[in-house]
């Protein structure tokens, strides 16, 4: 299977000319084995995902039903003097569940026009409980548009739709500087063009949705609620070598069980119920720009995204949040060695502290909560990819965190493992 086949497959696509846009790994030889520990995963949701393909297949006699999937077996650990790894829940010793994962996807072709998708995924650090991460219909409308309606993915980065799927790119994981909203999918509607413009394959991504679920901040889970989310995604690719994309979405965020929530009441209790709002998620408007580009050409591959997040009306998320990453590449055969470089900048309101005088009781621990969401934070990584084999792949990667802020620390972490498509 070549590579951009391989990538289609997983969204339950059929390579077509132009398709290249989506052109994300390259394979190797034919090779089969499944590591043992998705054992756990078997025992525990294989069920699910044979009873979603007879469902599927039931719903019509005459339907097309394709099962396809992905997966991967990840150990990784931290070392330094800071408490953690952003985002990660790695420590010292080292773990084989934080980003060890199993997905099974199955598609159905109804007719010409409707077609439905459900992916059950399972991941490590979860025990390997199974989740119905996507289940959507897709309706082609004619002139280039289509329609998704259910749980999707939402379109923050260029590799969002590929975000689970370590097979689609040359790291462990996506660049933690950027890639670090712990929402992922939508329960929605979106409206997607293709087509092409002169040399130019152009996709436009129109979006609106909701999620509620767990949010996974810095390796800790808490209950969020993400309203109203509306926005738009295009990406366009010149020639197969040159890819652009832009993106701007903005909802409504609230977040239970956060470190703040006592603080919060505390300043109710004190009478400072606007310095209390400031401290929490509740419905608290926000908004996410992303833009970034790819170039894939003479077996160099370079990439690179730039977002800004912003949150109007709390403290607790930075203030105009910046992250970037640029990373470089070179295939070797069937080897990519890879060196990557990232960001994330963040400013605390510095107005925060004028309703209470400093003797106050609450001056400090708001003083301290205001501090914990300041930035200046910057990543390395160094990495390799090895194709050996059809459809797998082995990597391993080096990554070297450094923060100015003194409480946040420094910390290495450092990654192998095994990926794969069937």
Request: net charge negative; charged share 20%.
């Amino acid at each position: 299977m070549v590579a951009a086949d391989a990538a289609l497959k997983i969204r339950g696509e059929v390579p077509t000319t132009g398709a290249s846009l989506h052109r994300i790994a390259r394979t190797g030889p034919a090779g089969d084995a499944v590591p043992p520990i998705l054992e756990t995963f078997v025992k525990n949701s294989l069920s699910v995902a044979i009873a979603a393909t007879l469902i599927l297949a039931a719903a019509s006699a005459q339907a097309e039903v394709r099962v396809s999937g992905f997966g991967q077996v990840v150990a990784g650990a931290t070392t330094g003097e800071g408490e953690r790894f952003p985002q990660s829940a790695y420590t010292d010793e080292v773990s084989f569940k934080e980003e060890s994962l199993f997905a099974v996807q199955v598609d159905s072709t109804l007719n010409d026009r409707v077609s439905v998708t459900g992916q059950v995924l399972a991941r490590g650090h979860e025990d390997f409980d199974a989740e119905l991460a996507w289940a959507y219909a897709n309706v082609t409308l004619g002139k280039g548009w289509s329609m998704k309606a259910g749980r999707q993915r939402t379109p923050f980065y260029r590799y969002s739709d590929f975000l689970d799927v370590g097979y689609a790119y040359p790291w462990i994981r996506t660049p933690v500087s950027m890639y670090n909203q712990p929402w992922s999918n939508n329960d929605g509607i979106s409206f997607t063009h293709t087509g092409y413009f002169g040399d130019w394959y152009s996709q436009l991504q129109l979006v609106y949705g909701h999620f509620e679920g767990d949010a996974r901040f810095d390796g800790y889970n808490y209950d969020a609620k993400l309203e109203n989310i509306v926005g738009f995604a295009w990406d366009g690719e010149y020639n197969e070598w040159l890819s652009l994309r832009a993106a701007y979405l903005q909802g409504d965020l609230s977040v239970a069980g956060t470190s703040m929530d006592d603080l919060a009441a505390a300043l109710q209790a004190y009478g400072q119920p606007g310095l209390a709002a400031e401290l929490d998620y509740n419905e608290d408007k926000g908004s996410f720009a992303n833009v970034g580009f790819k170039v894939d050409r003479a077996n160099w591959l370079v990439v690179g995204e730039y977002a800004i997040t912003r949150m109007d009306d709390t403290a607790m998320a930075g203030n105009d949040r910046a992250d970037w990453y640029l990373s470089a590449g070179r295939r070797f055969g069937n080897v990519m060695p890879h060196l990557t470089w990232g960001r994330r900048d963040a400013d605390v309101r510095t107005d925060l502290l004028a309703a209470l005088p400093p003797e106050h009781p609450l001056y400090g621990p708001v003083a301290s909560a205001a501090a914990s969401e300041q930035l200046d934070e910057s990543f390395v990584g160094l990495g390799v990819r090895w194709d050996f084999a059809t459809n797998v792949a082995f990597k391993a990667d080096w990554t070297r965190y450094d923060s100015r802020i003194a409480e946040h620390g420094d910390a290495d972490m450092v990654s192998t493992g095994l990926v794969f498509t069937f």
